[in-house]
């Protein structure tokens, strides 16, 4: 085989070009903080490495829905608390107007105060969030779910939100679960609806019955109906918040969860993909050592020609 002074110089350069390689490779590693950079770096770790990131954006976009899920199950919390106050008041003034010696004035003086009661229900009952969407309406959010009736015109489906791969969980009760619907333990012989309820025992409280005992007769039973019905609709409604508090905890732990594998998954890409300081340094050194030899190597042989190297 003949050796010639251009393959001398091709081989030199082929080395040089090797260790500058090396050597900027382990460069980029220090500069990035990565030991893969690119899937030639490593192509197991770097196909594990994009498999462990959709997880990990997956894991993100859970951890984004159980903080919206939060909020909306919160404000729905809050909303009913205003809403157990107002039937508790409203179960006050009813057994007050069930007082037979009240007089005609004083009853119209509950009834108006019912009214009140019966306003701010409505009022609760259309609720919307910080964007104008009506939180009891199912999925018909731009529309308000009870008229001036009290009848229910919202969605037929509750809100629910996947808050993690395998746990989907109800964040919107429809109004009609709430403000017209009955436990199974519920008192008989009364209304489901809320606003029907007070309505009727404003209509009774309204009309005068004194001296009359067939009137009061008949506003006593409307009275004491509305009583029991408002029982029920305070049970259904702290039900549904037993459901709420519940969720909420839960929601809770899942962020637990979600934040713990957060930082599993964290660890292992770092394990997949991050340098080794110390193993990284050591090479960088190395390597600089050994390109600085063959720059030296090369120049020496530079001008040399294989007679001078065969004297």
């Known amino acids: 085989m003949r050796v010639s002074t251009l ?22 590693q220090m500069s990035t903080g990565k030991r893969v950079n690119r899937a030639s770096d490593d192509p197991v770790a770097a196909s594990q490495a994009v498999v462990l990131s959709q ?17 909306r199950v ?21 057994v007050y107007a069930g007082n037979g010696t009240l007089s005609d004035d004083d009853r119209a003086s509950l009834a108006t105060d019912l009214q009140g009661i019966r306003d701010q229900l409505l009022n609760l009952a259309n609720s919307q969030d910080g964007n104008g969407r009506y939180i009891f309406a199912g999925y018909k959010t731009d529309t308000a779910p009870f008229t001036d009736d009290g009848t229910y015109v919202g969605g037929s489906e509750n ?16 109004g009609d679960k709430i403000f017209d619907s009955l436990t199974s333990n519920a008192k008989p012989g009364t209304d489901s609806n809320l ?45 549904v918040r037993a459901e709420l508090g519940t969720q909420l905890n839960e929601l809770d732990k899942l ?14 890409m770092s394990n997949l993909v991050d340098v080794d300081w110390n193993e990284t340094i050591s090479n960088y050194v190395m390597q600089q050592t050994a390109l600085q030899a063959s720059y030296k190597a090369f120049s020496d042989m530079q001008g040399m020609s294989l007679f001078q190297l065969n004297k």
């Open 55 to 71: 997880a990990q954006a997956q894991n993100s976009q859970f951890a984004t829905a159980r903080t919206f899920a939060t909020q």
């Open 255 to 268: 962020d637990a969860l979600g934040d713990d594998r957060a930082l599993s998954q964290t660890q292992q």
């Open 159 to 174: 809100v629910a939100q996947q808050v993690d791969a395998s746990r989907s969980m109800v964040i919107g009760h429809t």
């Open 7 to 28: 393959m001398m110089y091709q081989q030199n350069m082929r080395g040089i070009t090797n260790s500058q390689s090396e050597w900027l490779k382990y460069g980029e």
């Open 74 to 94: 919160s404000m729905e919390e809050n909303t009913l608390a205003q809403v157990t106050t107002a039937i508790q008041s409203a179960q006050e003034k009813i």
């Open 195 to 239: 606003f029907e309820m007070l309505d009727s025992a404003i209509a009774a409280l309204n009309k005068p019955v004194s001296d009359d005992e067939d009137a009061q007769a008949l506003a006593s039973a409307a009275i004491d109906k509305t009583n029991r019905g408002l029982s029920n609709s305070l049970n259904n409604v702290l039900s």
